[in-house]
């Protein structure tokens, strides 16, 4: 779904596409004589793949249809340079793996507050290049958006890291449960290994990453940039070490929607599943929390909230029968910890730019988009601020 950048974009066709699914939706509810209101969101965010589109399916005497939408519109020239098939992904787990992990709640019996929850999926669409995923608006039910230039409290954290624990621990039952089914139906979760063609658009990153960076810290951050870029490296951190998981692959706070309780609470559900792939459970982790959090949140938070991952992962895992001592030891989890740091720190590196870019500096989106180049935006005085202040951590952390 995304943030709440207002995305620029050439949407051509795509709203007929979906006015086609949205008839269809209707009729299989038994709709007859209903209205359409069909409206592009001005919250697309960092959605660089699709149309995204909010509509309501109404009326007389029926309760409305609240829904969310996306539309592809990448071209075949710019799917072949994106590093993951967002599309099929995403159409996968809301018509599949969530079906298979919902039978895996239910045949242990998890207690409904535990099971993990999504929006409810009302149809898809899986014509090439006009691929189409259409659900329901969890916003009108008081769901929002987060802000992308505020950082992460306590309390949203928590319940942001039980989620991700609770989807972490599916996808493991699911491949000891069921290994040859596993292994058939996330064949193509994969992140596309050749980067040869990404090599000047990570070059042009690098360096505004390093234009950003203090002058204390330029030196030391470029020696970490080179290391973390050798042959093999990043690849070796983004797959399973110890533990395989299918991670979300963009587990931040704009992926996330959430409802403030009165007690201060927050009830929160993940989103945008484009990028899930065969990881370990640290990158999600880091990912999260590195490109949430100030500095202030990671003096007083840091290890509690990796304690906290871990313990609601234990949890969930004996919730569906399995022993985290021998799935997923502690020790396991520090090993991991300290090994995937760098990516993290890299990642954010890049993230950030896009997280806390201004308006005026919105890349215009189009369907024939290198979309490397295009997520490279003008770094912005907040990004030099988070990456600065992260710099900082990671080097007390003994990461670079």
């Given at each position: ?11 051509k ?12 939706i ?58 993951v ?73 928590k ?5 991700l624990?609770?989807?972490h ?14 292994s ?11 980067t ?9 990153m ?78 999600d ?73 201004e ?11 290198d ?13 030099k ?16």
């Open positions: 779904m995304g943030a709440d950048l207002e995305t620029k974009i050439e949407a066709d795509s709203e007929e596409t979906l006015r086609e699914e949205l008839h269809k209707a009729k299989e509810r038994g709709y007859k004589n209903y209205k359409l209101d069909i409206k592009t969101s001005s919250s697309v965010g960092a959605n660089f793949m699709s149309i995204v589109y909010t509509a309501t399916i109404s009326e007389h005497g029926k309760d409305d249809i609240n829904i969310f939408a996306k539309v592809a519109f990448l071209s075949e020239k710019a799917r072949s340079d994106a590093p098939q967002a599309f099929d992904v995403e159409i996968l787990f809301y018509s599949d793996i969530i079906k298979i992990y919902k039978q895996i709640e239910e045949k242990h019996k998890v207690p409904v507050e535990h099971r993990l929850v999504v929006p409810e999926l009302y149809g898809v669409s899986s014509k090439y290049l006009k691929e189409t995923i259409v659900m329901e608006n969890l916003m009108s039910k008081g769901y929002q958006m987060f802000d992308r230039f505020k950082t992460i409290d306590w309390n949203y954290t319940e942001s890291l039980t989620q624990a609770k989807l621990s599916l996808s493991i039952a699911f491949y000891i449960d069921h290994p040859k089914s596993f058939e139906k996330t064949e193509k979760l994969k992140i596309k290994s050749d040869a063609h990404m090599e000047e658009s990570v070059g042009m690098v360096m505004k990453i390093l234009e950003s960076a203090k002058d204390e810290h330029k030196e030391r951050l470029k020696n970490f940039i080179e290391n973390i870029m050798a042959p093999n490296k990043i690849d070796h951190m983004m797959k399973p070490i110890k533990r395989m998981i299918l991670s979300h692959g963009d587990y931040r706070p704009n992926n996330l929607l959430h409802k403030l309780n009165e007690d201060g609470t927050y009830d929160i559900i993940p989103i945008d599943y484009q990028t899930m792939t065969h990881s370990n459970p640290i990158v982790l880091l990912y999260f929390l590195f490109n949430g959090s100030d500095k202030e949140f990671r003096a007083k938070y840091l290890r509690k909230a990796f304690d906290h991952y871990y313990n609601e992962l234990c949890a969930c895992l004996t919730r569906l029968d399995l022993n985290p001592k021998q799935i997923y030891p502690k020790e396991d989890f520090e090993f991991e910890l300290k090994e995937v740091l760098p990516l993290g720190l890299f990642m954010s590196l890049m993230l950030l730019i896009i997280i806390t870019v308006m005026e500096h919105i890349p215009k989106i189009h369907e024939d988009m979309i490397l180049k295009n997520l490279f935006c003008t770094p912005s005085e907040v990004y601020i988070r990456m600065n202040d992260l710099l900082e951590d990671c080097i007390d952390m003994g990461v670079l």
